[in-house]
């Protein structure tokens, strides 16, 4: 800890978090939320100005949005006021038609039966209202305004009671409190899943009641700069959870575990555990979804700061199988373990993997093998060379004209015969009879007398013009210069290891003509 503290500063110091989990972090100051874990936005708005009449153009709205204790008190003033206009009107009719003095004169038809002040017609009004019709409170047909009055009272009272009713309706119903059994994890978490660094976070829905096509987004809140100067306090920017693949879709029956791959696409590309405890930002996690029993649509809203961002940690499982039903456990809900996790960014891990490895460079030894392989191999153009050059040269006078008309008409069996013999190594010709005939005889003497006169007539066979044979081609493809090596002369040939002489080999017709000459 003594040479943390010297690395990093006297601020630099152990952070003990209620996850069981201990790491180093320096010391922050709390700062202000842009949603706080509630869902609720810190935003106020002030200095509108002429702008506040719009909020009495949606009068509906602005009445549901307020708070309860202003909504009731709304709604008990309204009824008030309203009855206590309407009973005025009724006095006022009774005062001006005289029907206050004549009160207990039954001779006397007034407006209003029974109406005497303005307690009895504040309790017409109630009884009309409400439509109780007690039987004593009524209206006679000597009124005609009294009659206006009353069709004026029904309408009014039918749309108060739909405005204020529904904007209670509407008040009460309201999917908000649903978003109160949606459950965000306390912390986001960053570690590796399917060999790719990913920040996770953790859903849940403590109802049975299930969110119809549940979806899930985030937002990354972060002040930056543009490249022309301009500054853009609380930028959004858009993080993915799978909107491309489908994942962003929930089935929300179960704690799901929401993961945001971190790739060059990802605002996160560049961040590491270092710089993690230097960065300012916010993320906003958006989960919406349609109530099952009453058809509405919820959002539930959290946030995660830099200081609930755990590098290196994973979320605890919660799902276990019980007899005949999977259980959760809420208690593990919010746990982490740490796990281990590399401290660099993936822009600093795709870098490292961009730099040519040693093993990946060709070495000399490996060249030069490939390269003395390759010499081996014979091609078909050298043997048009060599046929050319032993044209030219006058060489098919060496041999009987019928050996030459065999030698011409045979050009593409004698380039077969050339490539079976640079696929085998272990032969270098295929018989002896397609050497000259001096070299038959020497090979079938022995001794090292034999071996040495063999190497010397090879060397004058190299620098003679070459025929048509194989075993002449394979003498123009050697070097100028042999080694003190065996000569190319398979000295191991059948014809040569099975002892007596050549020529009995041969065919009689070639023995003839090797015998002429």
């Known amino acids: 800890m003594a040479a943390l503290r010297r690395k990093f500063g006297e601020d630099y110091q152990v952070v003990n978090t209620n996850r069981a989990t201990t790491f180093s972090a320096p010391v922050k100051k709390k700062r202000q939320r842009f949603v706080e874990k509630n869902g609720r936005c810190n935003v106020q708005h002030g200095n509108l100005g002429g702008e506040t009449s719009r909020y009495l153009s949606d009068l509906f709205t602005t009445l549901v949005d307020l708070k309860w204790r202003w909504n009731l008190l709304i709604f008990i003033l309204t ?4 009855w206590l206009v309407m009973a005025s009107m009724w006095w006022i009719i009774a005062y001006i038609r005289g029907d206050l003095n004549h009160g207990h004169d039954s001779s006397y038809t007034p407006c209003v039966a029974n109406v005497y002040n303005f307690p009895s017609a504040f309790l017409f009004f109630i009884e009309t209202e409400a439509t109780i019709g007690y039987g004593y409170r009524y209206i006679t047909e000597k009124c005609p305004e009294g009659i206006i009055l009353f069709l004026f009272q029904s309408l009014l009272g039918s749309i108060v009671d739909a405005f204020l009713i529904g904007c209670m309706f509407i008040k009460m119903s309201q999917p908000k409190k649903r978003a109160e059994t949606l459950m965000f994890s306390q912390d986001a978490v960053i570690s590796q899943r399917d060999g790719k660094l990913c920040l996770m976070f953790r859903v849940g829905n403590l109802r049975n009641s299930h969110m119809v096509s549940a979806q899930i987004r985030c937002k990354l809140i972060k002040s930056r700069q543009t490249p022309e100067g301009e500054f853009l306090p609380l930028d959004q920017c858009e993080l993915d959870v799978g909107f491309g693949t489908g994942a962003d879709q929930l089935f929300l029956v179960s704690p799901l575990t929401i993961c945001h791959e971190i790739n060059p ?39 995660y700061t830099e200081d609930e961002v755990l590098w290196g940690h994973r979320f605890l499982p919660v799902m276990s199988l019980e007899e005949g039903f999977f259980r959760v456990d809420y208690s593990q809900f919010h746990s982490t373990f740490e796990v281990p996790t590399p401290p660099y960014s993936v822009k600093e891990h795709e870098e490292k993997n961009s730099l040519p490895s040693p093993l990946s460079t060709p070495t000399p030894a490996l060249t030069e093998s490939h390269g003395a392989r390759r010499d081996r191999v014979f091609s078909v153009d050298c043997i048009n060379t060599s046929e050319e050059k032993s044209r030219h040269g006058g060489t098919g006078g060496r041999l009987p004209s019928k050996l030459q008309r065999m030698s011409s008409s045979g050009k593409e069996d004698l380039q077969r015969k050339v490539l079976l013999l640079s696929s085998q190594h272990s032969e270098k010709a295929c018989s002896t009879g397609d050497l000259p005939l001096k070299l038959q005889r020497l090979s079938s003497s022995s001794g090292p007398e034999a071996e040495n006169r063999l190497q010397l007539k090879s060397l004058k066979v190299g620098f003679e013009p070459m025929t048509q044979s194989t075993g002449d081609l394979y003498q123009h493809s050697l070097p100028p210069t042999l080694s003190p090596s065996p000569s190319p002369v398979p000295m191991h040939s059948p014809l040569l290891s099975s002892g007596g002489r050549p020529e009995d080999n041969l065919p009689a017709k070639l023995r003839k003509m090797n015998a002429d000459r």
């Open 265 to 303: 696409k990802s605002p996160f590309f560049d961040l590491s555990q270092r710089s993690l405890m230097n960065e300012q930002f916010e993320i906003v996690v958006i989960l919406e979804g349609i109530v099952e029993t009453t058809g509405m649509t919820c959002q539930a809203r959290t946030s």
């Open 79 to 82: 009824y008030t006021i309203a």
